[in-house]
């Protein structure tokens, strides 16, 4: 649900990918997931990834260690409220709270250009995320999550990810056409 703004930015996107994958010979369009990119991924797609995370939970904070480059989330559930003037970043100032076995986390200050969809779609520095987290059948991690934001979406953007718990150990490493397709993520456990 684009705004005319959302789209005129989401079309130009898609252009400069177009541009360099003619600029190569292969006229390939790479949108998500490329190593090389110069924007880190950001609150909300950090958590559209299927990359690898560990989340400890220390008094008063939630904290997400994702496997997709340096991108630590940090959750503040000790009863703070958003700050008058923030320092805005790619992941933001997200502020947690417990509703019984659920998690809702109020993501906002999400710096200008952060990718809502690797590769087409940004944020404008105005949106504001909302998840819902909870444990679902003991080895499943639920995430509701509504996106809003009204420079580029005519309304609020909702969205479920289910993330299975796993045993193993995964490394995600970002080796520039290891696998000759330049596709990320590897999600292949280590040998043992």
Known sequence: PLTAKGEAIRAALFKAPAARGAAAGNGEIHVAGICSASTPGGMPQVMRFAFGTEIPFTPGRVTMLLEQGPTIRRIFTAGRTHSADPDFTYTGESLGRWEGDTLIVDTRAIRAG?????????????????????????????????????????????????????????????DIDRDGQDREPDLTPPPR
């Open 114 to 174: 952060t990718p809502l969809v690797a590769g087409t779609l940004v944020t404008s520095g105005n949106a504001r995320v909302v998840e819902r987290i909870r444990l679902a059948l003991r080895k499943h991690l639920r995430i509701d999550t509504v996106v809003e934001d009204p420079v580029m979406l005519t309304r609020p953007w909702q969205y479920t990810r289910t993330y299975a718990r796993s045993d193993q150990w995964f490394e995600r490493a970002c």
